[in-house]
């Protein structure tokens, strides 16, 4: 297999990425494997601070920010789940919630 090369805009984009996404979403999102991901972010010495409580997956209103940010890119209920490591029924019923009661509802990251 050919080696790919990151370009600096892609680097620039994984560094704005890595810290709110896990490696697959960041995959997706790049259009690169997860094992490059985790490679180049180790490389750029970045982490992602991603927070679960048990098995189920912790919101934050950073986190549907980032959920809308990819609605707007053009990304699919079901990409979407992956970039957050959960599913596509979360995906859904957390876009509803927050439609109908505002981001005042999800807690902040270290609040």
Do not use: H
Not at 3 to 28: A, H, M, Q
Not at 90 to 108: C, E, S, W
Request: glycine residues 6%; positive net charge; aromatic residues 10%.
């Amino acid at each position: 297999m050919r080696n790919n090369p990151w370009t600096s805009k892609e680097e620039k984009r994984l560094i704005d990425i890595y810290p709110r996404f896990d490696r697959v979403g960041c995959s997706i999102i790049l259009n690169r494997t997860a094992k490059s991901i985790r490679a180049k972010a180790s490389e750029l010495g970045i982490k992602s601070p991603r927070v679960s409580i048990g098995k189920k997956r912790s919101f934050f209103a950073e986190d549907i920010a980032n959920v809308f940010e990819l609605v707007q890119m053009g990304f699919d209920c079901e990409s979407i789940a992956k970039c957050f490591n959960c599913n596509f029924a979360t995906v859904g019923r957390v876009i509803r919630d927050a439609k109908l009661n505002g981001l005042a509802n999800f807690p902040l990251r270290g609040a």
